[in-house]
T-cell receptor, first 110, second 109 residues
Framework: DADVTQTPRNRITKTGKRIMLECSQT?????MYWYRQDPGLGLRLIYY???????NKGEISDGYSVSRQAQAKFSLSLESAIPNQTALYFC?????????FGSGTRLTVV | QKEVEQNSGPLSVPEGAIASLNCTYS??????FFWYRQYSGKSPELIMF????GDKEDGRFTAQLNKASQYVSLLIRDSQPSDSATYLC?????????FGTGTRLQVFP
């Protein structure tokens, strides 16, 4: 099994719908992150969490929310999806030696 | 806003050559630097990290750090077509990483 698992792998949703992307990890790391990746813009940080009681906004948090249900689970929600949220979304965990990424969720908002 | 800059490429090199990928960063106080490889549509994979000035070697990969000039580079020796990917430079900012936009490397036979 993968160390960091994201579900779903692909999702097409309609404008205005609520959608949740889920992430779970078996690495035992406290720190978890959500990034989105767009062509030419690289990886941009949406939210991050250092433990279940800690949530922090990244550089592009508007339109997103997160929930840290347990040390191993960190979910990202789009309350009302819009087309410019179409992107590849990555969850990651970290220790002092860098990040481990999940396989990504390709989200398309039509 | 702390920044990490990379040339988007593509950088094209023949098989067997040395590929040199460069990255500059804006925060002089940065301490930790990372190189990731990302194949199209896949997640980034850590290649190596470097904390100290100078070179760090791991197999065909060498990371070079020059804090005075605020750049970090990645050399890939004996480049193979399987090295064709986007290479992301990242700098640690307290407890999160700031990524460059990546350099696309193409290794042709």
């Amino acid at each position: 099994d993968a160390d960091v698992t994201q579900t779903p792998r692909n999702r097409i949703t309609k404008t205005g719908k609520r959608i949740m992307l889920e992430c779970s990890q078996t690495k035992g790391h406290d720190r978890m992150y959500w990034y989105r990746q767009d062509p030419g813009l690289g990886l941009r940080l949406i939210y991050y969490s250092f433990d279940v009681k800690d949530i922090n906004k990244g550089e592009i948090s508007d339109g997103y929310s997160v929930s840290r249900q347990a040390q191993a689970k960190f979910s990202l929600s789009l309350e009302s999806a819009i087309p410019n949220q179409t992107a590849l979304y990555f969850c990651a965990t970290s220790d002092a030696y860098g990040y481990t990424f999940g396989s990504g969720t390709r989200l398309t908002v039509v | 806003q702390k920044e990490v800059e990379q040339n988007s490429g593509p950088l094209s090199v023949p098989e067997g050559a040395i590929a040199s990928l460069n990255c500059t960063y804006s925060d002089r106080g940065s301490q930790s630097f990372f190189w990731y490889r990302q194949y199209s549509g896949k997640s980034p994979e850590l290649i190596m990290f470097i904390y100290s000035n100078g070179d760090k070697e791991d197999g065909r990969f060498t990371a070079q750090l020059n804090k005075a000039s605020q750049y970090v580079s990645l050399l890939i020796r004996d480049s193979q077509p399987s090295d064709s990917a986007t290479y992301l430079c990242a700098v640690r900012d307290t407890d999160k990483l700031i990524f460059g936009t990546g350099t696309r490397l193409q290794v042709f036979p």
